[in-house]
């Protein structure tokens, strides 16, 4: 045997050492560790750890989708495996995404001591989702760690002042007139049946186009439609995160996703420096306006954006932005569908803030029902159903020691259907439980967690909770809405929590 020969063997031998390595031995001394430091879990299998048990179908959803029982008990069927394990190694467990261990937390209190031993730069987020969701985040306010997350929290936080909202606000509610122009003249042909959560993503859509980057065209359509299929290219097939070379289990996928992640770059790239150019950058108040503002005018002890960070901030916040508003007022009006006597309430209270008057931003403080409403759908569907860390140090809690770079995986909708928290009537929609109280009556106040917790807490909370308001308002003072026979009830995740066959509404316009 030559020398070439040799050294093909020694390739080999060494490479299937690195694979063992990487795909047995260390896993299996990290699954140890966890346990000498008090972490049970179910049995992972690897390189593909519990992935192929999650991976199953279950009967329950099944069933689920094939009827149109609606039921707000929803965690053993967007989450089985997580129902099922909870049931053998209680609310704190270790389980396994390939070769990644994942400490999942659906106790508040063991949050609580947890996240009080942590300042907010010192958490960080899983680095096989930030690599899994490039395409989609880059490196945003979502993503970033460390004093970058700082830096990025400080320019990007004044967007979202009073004074900002309420340009926004006057962008918000005529692209809602639009779209009820399109359903009254849908309505008046005769078609009453409307499919509300596919028209509300399109519209929140539009409206964050105009309040991200005050564009109207079709480049801002064509950003729309780019990131919500490069949202169902990542989220709508068998994925293998954690899995060593599991990216190239789907070739196909990762192409896609990559192809398409580079189109919304270069599409933005060009809003941005077209923006840059322009004579009127410092009069636009968009989110990109704003944000360019601020970065000429931070400190000389803070770095500036550069355009590649202003990329991403504008994506992070071109999806997480319309994505969560949508799918809470998309949850809302399926609730108020099936319980008419709050539809008619929110109604009456419109009526008595806004009357025959134009909506203006300093009458939604008014509705206070309206807030109930949206506290209790964020809580029986949350549209983050899950918050993901991972330790940067050492976290003790108790006798158990969480080692740092641990991995975590918050279960917020556990948590939001967890009777020990909620009582007995955890599932059921009332949300006169939030009056004089905002944690609804949950005996723990990390037991409500529908924008996240500590202070890493979603930055653009009070856009969305206008921008519910100002659509609730206007589409509630034109039409009534029921559940359509063809509805099917099947929230499943797709990153958020949505309604995976959508959700048909009879929509009646009011006299």
Not at 207 to 234: C, P, W, Y
Request: charge should be positive.
């Amino acid at each position: 045997m030559g020398f070439i020969g040799l050294c093909g063997i020694f390739i080999v031998m060494l490479c299937l050492l690195i694979l063992s390595f990487s795909w047995w031995i260390f896993p299996i001394q990290k699954h140890k560790k966890l346990k000498r430091n008090g972490f049970g879990g179910p049995t992972p299998s690897f390189p593909l750890g519990n992935i192929k048990e999650m991976g199953k179908k279950n009967i329950s959803i099944q069933s689920l989708v094939a009827s149109t029982n609606l039921t707000h008990d929803i965690h053993s069927n967007v989450f089985p495996y997580f129902s099922t394990w909870q049931k053998s190694h209680g609310k704190v467990f270790v389980y396994w995404l390939g070769t990644e261990p994942f400490l999942y937390i659906a106790e508040a209190e063991f949050l609580k001591k947890m996240s009080t031993e942590v300042m907010a730069k010192r958490w960080g987020k899983p680095s096989v989702f930030r690599n899994d969701r490039d395409p989609m985040f880059g490196s945003g306010l979502v993503m970033v760690e460390g004093n970058d997350w700082v830096r990025h929290r400080r320019i990007v936080a004044p967007a979202f002042n009073p004074l900002n909202l309420k340009v926004m606000a006057n962008m918000m509610v005529e692209s809602t007139n639009e779209m009820i122009d399109r359903w009254s003249s849908q309505i008046n042909f005769g078609n009453h049946e409307i499919d509300v959560e596919r028209e509300i993503i399109t519209i929140a859509g539009e409206i964050i186009a105009k309040t991200s980057f005050g564009v109207e065209d079709e480049n801002a359509r064509e950003v729309f439609h780019k990131l919500r299929a490069l949202q169902m290219t990542l989220f709508n097939t068998n994925r293998y995160v954690g899995v060593p070379f599991g990216k190239y289990f789907n070739v196909k996928k990762n192409l896609e996703a990559k192809k398409l992640g580079k189109e919304i770059d270069k599409l933005l790239m060009s809003i941005v420096e077209a923006r840059k150019n322009s004579p009127k950058k410092n009069s636009q108040k968009d989110l990109l306006g704003l944000l360019l503002q601020e970065n000429n005018e931070v400190g000389k002890s803070i770095k500036t954006f550069t355009t590649r960070e202003i990329v991403d901030e504008c994506k992070t916040f071109f999806f997480g932005g319309h994505e969560t508003t949508a799918l809470a007022i998309t949850w809302t009006l399926l609730l108020l569908a099936t319980h008419e006597d709050w539809q008619n309430q929110l109604r009456e209270e419109i009526k008595e803030v806004v009357g025959n008057n134009e909506l203006d931003i300093t009458m939604l403080a008014g509705l206070k029902k309206m807030k109930l409403v949206m506290n209790e759908v964020l809580r029986l569907y949350p549209p983050a159903p899950n918050v993901q860390r991972q330790a940067r140090e050492d976290i003790q809690v108790d006798n158990l020691k969480v080692p740092n770079g641990t991995n975590m995986w918050i279960d917020v909708v556990a948590m939001h259907h967890d009777p020990e928290l909620w009582g007995k009537d955890v599932n059921e929609f009332k949300p006169e439980r939030f009056i004089d109280d905002v944690n609804g009556g949950c005996n723990h106040k990390m037991g409500y967690l529908p924008f996240g917790f500590g202070g890493r807490m979603c930055v653009g909370r009070n856009l969305t909770f206008m921008e519910y308001k100002i659509v609730l308002t206007l589409l509630l003072s034109k039409f009534s809405f029921k559940v359509s026979p063809s509805y099917i009830h099947s929230p499943s995740i797709m990153l958020s929590l949505r309604p995976i066959h959508g959700l048909p509404l009879l929509v009646q316009p009011l006299n």
